[in-house]
């Protein structure tokens, strides 16, 4: 039986079908992603394009300064085209000139803009993005100081008022280690529940150790001279920390909202230099003297990069600790290298990276004092099949007091096969219309908790 629909009703219908389409016109369909690499200052602009994704047209437009982090960008993605196995096809559409953000907001050729670079403007060049109606994705930090942190709030309203998505690029929840650290902590009946701790025994922990001497698409990474200016790279609290506050909150409270006014209470925080000579600075940029914006930086001839630091606060009632160093360069280029804690009431779920563990992240699971180990043994082994089943070839290795994840190397992908996953889920969220409910809140107590530390850091003197 066919059943008739008054005409009317036919055109009310046909209306909000394509307000719908007006509001999300992402089908998921190829080439309908139009992208923009706006001012690509930072490598990680030319990660998102490492892998190709039948949504993304092959088409890129460029729009910077004329400068050399423009051309270094372009030799990345030039690399990907002509590399043996998988190479891509893109097509960059380059323009340089002083009125770049003019050009590109007037000339609006593509849908979605990759913002990674210098971030003394990127909050800057989000707003304008957005004002203009275009999806944005932007490298982390998205803010580096609270000054700005209004103007993100501004954003993210601005964003919603023109139904376009800002998201920002948070690699670190793709890494496996993490993501099983993150599962094996909602198994009740190994973990327990996470403890709240005190702020000289945190309940979490999230250290890392980064190198300025590092290699990248099996290349040493040239860095731009702007990059050792926290000015304009941002102060190492508001800068790495960012993907260890967000990792913090990911895992300690999946999908739940935050609210930074009420769930966010900073404790303390410090920040203190790296000091680079002017050899180590030649041989990373290339640069034989530094620049006359980086003399204000400059003590007996050795550079103070302000790029370490450490956060304590609670969020929602756990102590949380966050810690980054920068060296120069690691022993034996082992690379950058992770501690993460989470301490729950049955076990503790510990990450290292060291030599032990041939600099490979490795997760541990310790039960805690008092814990019968053969009792937990047994639970453990009953209560794990909920992880191997779900990664295939996941499994324990048992040592004297604890147990090792033992993990296939299919899983171990590394950090810049991480940023394909993060743009599939971008390339998802602009299919559906939205991001998850909780991601904006959550981005937005992520860069309270950064800029609030550094604000409360430089009040103090070091």
């Not at 998921?28 to 690509?40: A, M, Q, R, S, W």
């Not at 670079?117 to 275009?134: D, F, H, L, W």
């Not at 756990?318 to 290298?337: C, F, M, Q």
């Not at 805690?368 to 191997?388: M, T, W």
Request: with cysteine.
């Amino acid at each position: 039986m066919k059943i008739k629909i008054p005409f009317f009703l036919l055109i009310v219908m046909i209306t909000i079908s394509c307000t719908q389409q007006t509001k999300n016109n992402f089908l998921g369909t190829n080439d309908e992603v139009k992208l923009i690499t706006l001012d690509p200052g930072h490598f990680h602009a030319a990660l998102v394009q490492k892998v190709m994704h039948d949504q993304i047209d092959p088409n890129v437009f460029v729009y910077a300064p004329e400068s050399e982090d423009v051309k270094i960008h372009l030799n990345l993605i030039n690399s990907y085209n002509a590399r043996n196995e998988n190479p891509t096809n893109w097509n960059e559409n380059v323009y340089t000139g002083d009125d770049f953000l003019k050009k590109m907001l007037d000339e609006k050729k593509g849908n979605v803009v990759v913002i990674s670079g210098n971030n003394r403007k990127k909050t800057e060049y989000i707003m304008e993005s957005i004002k203009a109606g275009m999806n944005v994705l932007a490298d982390k930090p998205m803010v580096i100081d609270i000054e700005n942190f209004e103007l993100l709030k501004n954003a993210f309203k601005t964003a919603e008022e023109n139904n376009v998505l800002l998201y920002d690029i948070m690699t670190e929840r793709s890494e496996i280690t993490t993501i099983l650290q993150k599962e094996i902590s909602l198994i009740p009946e190994i973990f327990g529940s996470l403890e709240y701790g005190s702020e000289k025994d945190p309940a979490v922990i999230r250290e890392s150790i980064h190198n300025f001497y590092k290699y990248v698409s099996g290349s040493v990474l040239k860095r731009p001279a702007w990059f050792f200016d926290v000015k304009q790279q941002g102060e190492g609290v508001a800068d790495i920390t960012t993907h260890l506050v967000d990792l913090v909150q990911w895992q300690c409270f999946p999908e739940k909202i935050l609210d930074y006014k009420n769930d966010i209470q900073i404790l303390s925080a410090n920040r203190w230099p790296t000091k680079i000579t002017s050899e180590q600075f030649n041989t990373v940029t290339g640069i034989n003297d530094f620049p006359e914006f980086l003399k204000k930086d400059l003590h007996n001839d050795t550079l103070h990069v302000y790029c370490n630091g450490e956060i304590n606060y609670k969020i929602k009632g756990v102590h949380a600790k966050v810690y980054i160093v920068w060296n120069y360069r690691s022993p034996e280029d082992a690379g950058d290298a992770v501690y993460a804690l989470m301490r729950g009431t049955k076990s503790n779920l510990i990450i290292l990276q060291g030599k032990e563990q041939n600099y490979k992240p490795t997760l541990y699971i310790q039960p805690v004092k008092g814990i019968d180990i053969n009792l937990f043994e047994n639970v453990l082994a009953e209560n794990f099949k909920i992880i191997s089943e779900k990664y295939k070839g996941v499994s324990l290795k048992k040592l004297d007091t604890k147990w090792e994840v033992e993990i296939p190397s299919i899983y171990d992908v590394g950090h810049e096969a991480h940023f394909a996953d993060v743009t599939s889920r971008y390339l998802q969220y602009l299919i559906d219309g939205k991001l998850p409910d909780w991601e904006i809140p959550n981005m937005l107590a992520k860069y309270y908790t950064t800029t609030a530390a550094l604000e409360m850091a430089m009040q103090n003197k070091n």
